[in-house]
C-alpha cells in the first residue's frame, strides 16, 4: 500500500497535536477519586468545641429516634419507594423489623422493605459513629462583625478548641475556617484572624495541622482576592515553618459576577487557576447568591430556579478540573415551635407537624442537588444531620442495581479489550462509573463487598483509580 504522506511530517503534526492533547488534560484531569465529604456543617466560631461534632450527632440522633422512632415512621413522612405497602400498626411493625433483622444482608435485599429498613438503620449508624463528616468554624456570617479584641480573643479559643478535639479525636474527618472575604473592609480582620487562629494552633499542637484541614475565602469575585491568598499562605506557611503547599483553600459562588463578569465572560476557572492549585472545592452560597441576583427573603430557596443556573454555569466552567463542588444550605430548621417537657397533645402534634415539614423540604433539596450532580452541601443545624444522611442514601441504594450493572458491562468490555484501544477514554469513562461507588462507599451507603458484583476485586477497589485497574489487569493478561 502506496502512502502520499512521509513519516517525518505526520510525526511532526501529531507532535504538535499531542503537546495540546497534554494541556488539555492537564487542565481538565477529570474528578477526583479522593474522598468527598457529604456536607460542611458551618457553625459560629464563638460556639466551637472541641467535641462540637459527636455533641451534634448525639441531637441529631434524638431528633431522629424522637420524631421517627421507626424505619416505617420515616418512609411515610419521606414517601420512600414502597412506603404505601408498609404496616401501620405497631406490633406489625415490630414484626417486620424482627424479621429483616434476622435475615442475611442477600435475601433482606429481595424484601420489599428493604430500601426504607437499610436508610433509616445506616442513618442511626452513621450519627452514632460520624455524625458530622466536615465542620467549617465560621468567622464570618456565622460569626457576624465584632469589636476586634472579641474576634481575636475567639481566634485563640477556637483554635485551642481544635487542638484538644485533634488529641482527644473528636473532631470531623473533615475540618477548616472561614475567615472574612476580602474585600476593601474587611481583607484585614480576615487576614488577622487567619493569622491567630494558625499560629495558635500549630503552637497549641507542635507543628501538627488537622486531618484535611482547609480555608474558606467567601465573597470571591475577581482572580486577585485568590492571589492575595496564595502569597498570604505562603508567609504564613514559612512563618510556621509549614512544607510549601501544605495549606489548602475553598472558595464561594456567591455573587452574580463570580457567574459572570463584566466582559460577559465565565470568570471561575481564571479564578481558580488564580489559587495555583490550592484551591479544592467550590461552595455555592444559596442567599448571598439570590440576594444578589435581587430575589426577595420569602424566595431566596435552593429551589429557586437561579440557583439551578448558577449551579450548571459553575459545572460547565469546572467540570472535568478536579474541583470539589458544593451546593448550598437548606434555611428551614426542622425544629418544632414548642420546647419543655409538659406539652400538651395539641402541643406535640405541632411540634411533629413542623419537624415532619422542614425533613420533607431539607430531604427534596438535597436529592436535587444529587440528581443534579451536587454531592455536597451546607448544614446548620443538627436537626438537618438526620435528612442529609436520609436523601444521600437513598440516592446511592436507590440507584445500586443499576450501577452495578452498567460497571460490570464497562469491566467485562474493558477486560477484553486490546492494547491499541484509547486506553484514556476507557480510564475516564471506567472512573466516572466507579466514582458513583466510592462516593458511596466514603459516606457509608455501602461497603466494599457490596462493589465486588461489578467485576472488581477488593484489592482494585482501593487503588480508587480505573485507570490502574486497566493497567494491572492489562499486565496481566
Avoid at 466551637?48 to 440522633?61: N, P, Q, S, W
Avoid at 477556637?158 to 473533615?174: C, D, I, N, W
Avoid at 502569597?231 to 501544605?246: G, H, I
Wanted: charged share 20%; glycine share 8%; proline share 5%.
Amino acid at each position: 500500500m502506496k502512502l502520499s504522506l512521509q513519516d517525518s511530517d505526520k510525526a511532526a503534526l501529531l507532535d504538535q497535536l499531542g503537546e495540546a492533547n497534554l494541556a488539555f488534560q492537564k487542565t481538565y484531569p477529570g474528578d477526583r477519586p479522593d474522598r468527598q465529604p457529604v456536607h460542611t456543617v458551618y457553625g459560629g466560631a464563638n460556639l466551637f468545641k472541641a467535641d462540637t461534632c459527636v455533641r451534634m450527632g448525639e441531637i441529631a440522633l434524638r431528633n431522629l429516634q424522637t420524631y421517627a422512632p421507626n424505619f416505617v415512621e420515616l418512609a411515610r413522612v419521606l414517601e420512600l419507594a414502597g412506603h404505601e405497602h408498609l404496616p401501620t400498626l405497631e406490633k406489625d411493625i415490630h414484626t417486620l423489623t424482627a424479621k429483616l433483622d434476622a435475615l442475611p444482608p442477600t435475601e433482606r435485599r429481595q424484601e420489599p422493605a428493604w430500601l426504607a429498613y437499610t436508610v433509616y438503620n445506616k442513618i442511626v449508624q452513621k450519627l452514632k459513629t460520624e455524625g458530622v463528616e466536615d465542620f467549617r468554624v465560621d468567622f464570618e456570617d456565622g460569626f457576624g462583625n465584632r469589636p476586634d479584641a472579641e474576634e481575636d480573643a475567639t481566634a485563640v479559643q477556637a483554635a485551642q478548641e481544635v487542638a484538644k478535639g485533634m488529641a482527644q479525636g473528636t473532631l470531623s474527618p473533615f475540618i477548616g475556617i472561614r475567615i472574612k472575604p476580602f474585600t476593601e473592609d474587611l481583607k484585614a480582620r480576615g487576614v488577622r484572624t487567619l493569622d491567630i487562629f494558625l499560629t495558635t494552633l500549630l503552637a497549641e499542637t507542635g507543628g501538627k495541622l488537622p486531618n484535611n484541614f482547609v480555608i474558606m475565602l467567601p465573597k470571591v469575585t475577581i482572580p486577585e482576592q485568590m492571589t492575595t491568598m496564595v502569597r498570604l499562605l505562603e508567609l504564613l506557611e514559612k512563618a510556621n515553618n509549614l512544607a510549601p503547599n501544605t495549606l489548602k483553600m475553598e472558595t464561594m459562588v456567591e455573587a452574580t459576577q463570580i457567574i459572570m463578569d463584566e466582559e460577559g465572560r465565565n470568570p471561575l476557572l481564571r479564578i481558580i487557576r488564580a489559587s495555583e492549585g490550592r484551591c479544592i472545592a467550590a461552595h455555592f452560597g444559596t442567599y448571598d447568591y439570590t440576594a444578589s441576583a435581587g430575589i426577595t427573603a420569602k424566595y431566596q430557596t435552593m429551589a429557586h430556579p437561579v440557583c439551578d443556573f448558577a449551579h450548571h454555569m459553575t459545572k460547565v466552567a469546572l467540570g472535568g478540573t478536579g474541583i470539589f463542588l458544593s451546593d448550598g444550605a437548606t434555611n428551614v430548621m426542622p425544629i418544632g415551635p414548642h420546647r419543655g417537657d409538659n406539652l400538651t397533645f395539641a402541643q406535640l402534634r405541632e411540634n411533629q407537624e413542623a419537624v415532619h415539614s422542614g425533613w420533607r423540604q431539607a430531604y427534596h433539596h438535597t436529592m436535587h442537588s444529587l440528581i443534579n450532580g451536587l454531592y455536597q452541601g451546607w448544614d446548620l443545624n443538627p436537626a438537618q444531620l438526620p435528612m442529609r444522611y436520609a436523601a444521600t442514601y437513598n440516592f446511592f441504594l436507590s440507584s445500586y442495581e443499576s450501577a452495578v450493572h452498567r460497571l460490570k458491562t464497562f469491566v467485562e468490555r474493558a477486560a477484553i479489550s486490546t492494547l491499541t484501544g484509547d486506553i484514556f477514554d476507557d480510564a475516564a469513562t471506567g472512573q466516572g462509573l466507579l466514582n458513583f461507588f466510592l462516593k458511596a462507599l466514603n459516606c457509608g451507603a455501602i461497603s466494599e463487598e457490596d462493589i465486588v458484583p461489578t467485576g472488581l476485586t477488593i484489592e482494585e477497589i482501593e487503588t480508587r483509580s480505573f485507570y490502574r485497574i486497566l493497567a494491572g489487569r492489562r499486565r496481566q493478561a
